[in-house]
């Protein structure tokens, strides 16, 4: 590999990272919106964006899909998956736990790990089992000091975990089966918006926590840009992704991969000021670290035989 394929495939490849990791930006503006709202308009533009991106390049293959009925009830478990992780994702940016939504994508290469040593066969090396074991350790302390499970980053870790391996069967690209998940998901998306106001916040004491951040924000051209905008959002980094991880290795992608938890829990802590005391750092350690022996481990047979 030379160096210009190298740096072409560090920007394609950390640019979605950054992306991703300043996005809870971009959902606190709609937080005055319900989060079952955000996600239906999120299903809606993806489709259209996505879908008249594949319409430019020709590209239609991935309609097909769904003739084939073994492929088709995977793009459709995958879409299932895929609505509840975004809809978790949005509804807990804009209910102050985005250091927790940080957490669960710290987490997430691990569970994938593990996934793909029950459904793929797939073997752990000593190092891999460290960092996995490292993970549930943290998860562990932080339960104990919080005196709660942190749900939300088990949910996001598990779903994205499992939308990545249903995406191992399905022959297609990042952007078809996108187009092919959001087809699928669109029933649910028209179905979401039809849903009464503040369905997502029942229950709570508090408003979101995303209003005040969001004050002076809305104007009804502003808000018709950004519903418009979900799609380019969701759809261009998984594009540029797919192209950036094809030109690097696997330990680079797993560096890099690093950046968009680290500017989520950045923002939660400095930006949103979200509820985080001292004590957590503790199990934030472990998580941590547990990514530098997995990084490690990227490169186990080189590191064994030396």
């Not at 003739?67 to 879409?79: N, P, Q, T, V, Y």
């Not at 593990?114 to 891999?128: M, S």
């Not at 408003?207 to 261009?236: E, H, N, S």
């Not at 690097?248 to 890099?256: A, D, K, N, Q």
């Amino acid at each position: 590999m030379n160096n210009s394929t190298f740096r072409t495939g560090v920007i394609f490849t950390a640019g979605p990272f950054v992306i991703w990791g300043v996005s809870p930006l971009f959902w606190k503006l709609l937080a005055d919106m319900d989060s079952v709202h955000i996600l239906g308009y999120r299903i809606i533009s993806s489709l259209c964006f996505t879908g008249i991106i594949l319409a430019i390049n020709r590209d239609f293959k991935w309609l097909a899909i769904f003739r084939d009925f073994k492929e088709g009830a995977l793009i459709l478990l995958s879409a299932l998956v895929l609505c509840i992780n975004w809809g978790v994702y949005v509804w807990a940016i804009n209910q102050g736990y985005t250091i927790e939504v940080s957490l669960g994508y710290y987490i997430n290469p691990l569970v994938s790990i593990v996934l793909g040593l029950i459904f793929l066969r797939e073997k752990l090396n000593p190092l891999q089992w460290l960092a996995f074991g490292m993970a549930c350790l943290g998860v562990l302390t932080l339960t104990i000091l919080s005196g709660r499970l942190p749900w939300i980053s088990l949910i996001i870790a598990f779903t994205f975990g499992i939308y990545g391996l249903l995406k191992k069967k399905v022959a297609l690209s990042s952007l078809e089966s996108l187009g092919a998940e959001t087809l699928a998901a669109l029933p649910i998306g028209i179905a979401l918006l039809f849903l009464p106001q503040g369905i997502s916040s029942q229950g709570l004491s508090e408003p979101a926590a995303g209003l005040q951040f969001a004050a002076g924000f809305q104007t009804p051209g502003l808000r018709l840009v950004m519903l418009v905008m979900i799609g380019v959002i969701t759809a261009t980094p998984l594009y540029f992704f797919g192209r950036g991880a094809k030109l690097l290795p696997l330990s680079t992608v797993g560096f890099i991969q690093f950046l968009g938890p680290t500017i989520q829990f950045i923002l939660g802590y400095f930006v949103f000021g979200e509820y985080f005391p001292g004590r957590y750092f503790i199990a934030f350690a472990f998580i941590w670290l547990s990514w530098v022996v997995y990084i490690v481990s990227l490169n186990y047979k080189r590191f064994v035989k030396r």
